[in-house]
């Protein structure tokens, strides 16, 4: 049994982390102030004595002893992130600063949830974790993309510098089960549309591409990077390799809920990645991981998740 800190922990990747944590009777403490977390994704652990929630900013100082951090806490969805830079970048900067600070003190291991959105929009196809990125600094995504590119520089400098335990993974897109209704990433918004009969909304042409990754798949590396030895930092790449256009995905939905909706086609985004493949070799030998859940499986599991979440929504 270990005392685990998951800050982020009420979001979509911290509460399935916390749930299979405070299953194997861990003790766990949740860190989140609720800014795109919510409280229903953990309701049903506030009731076992080994999950505690810490409703506070990654970025304020922590004093607690822990044998291992998992640091998620950041917006992830450009909508939100967008709309609040200086509070985005501030939880991956100095929210990062503050858990190292932590782990330094603790002796603790602690894992970066990063992204592949260090990589940018990518000139290199498939992304392997040598591709250095490109990465608008000053537009609307760089409030996340460069948060979480300082962050990585931090992370590495503590570990060269005082020698601490980490582990960085850079996350593609991940989906399912809890995430928000709200926060407008593609797949939750698309779904919705479908099971509501309202049009399904394109940014662009719909021809930019993303890899789709199920939830499960990705908290099962996540897993074992922790478990892994000393020496594997990272970073890694997880991510699904299949690769499909935003058209694609919305026919798959269209077909797996049965909906007849329409697409509706609006302007694209700025500075919006056009590609996005993750290489995941490092995975596969570093970690001994690979995805499992075909797009279609995921998507019948995440449109289950909504059905009952729009029915909840009407009772
Ligand atoms: N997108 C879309 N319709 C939506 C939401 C997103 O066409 O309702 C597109 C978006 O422009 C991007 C892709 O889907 O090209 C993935 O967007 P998301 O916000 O899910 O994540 P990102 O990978 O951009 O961080």
Redesign the pocket.
Known sequence: MKRILVSGGAGFLGSHLCEQLVDEENEVICLDNFFSGSEQNISHLLSSSNFKLLVQDVSMPLSIEVDEIYNFACP????LYQRFPIETFKSSVLGSLNLLELAKASGAKIFQAS???VYGDPLLHPQPESYFGNVNPIGP?AC?DEGKRSAETLFFDFHRQYQVGIKVMRIF?TYGPRMSATD???????IL?ALQRKN?????D?S?T?SFCFVEDTIRAIRLMMASPKEITGPINVGNPTECT?LE??SLILELTGSSSQLSF?P??TD??VQ?QPSVELAKTELSWQPTYPLKEGLLKTIAYFESFLKKDVD
């Open positions: 992830a969805s450009p909508l992204t592949s959105e995504r996340y897109n407008g990433r593609v797949v939750s918004n698309l549309q399904l909304t394109i940014f662009g719909g930019q993303r935003i995905l919305a609006l694209q985004r919006d990645p996005r």
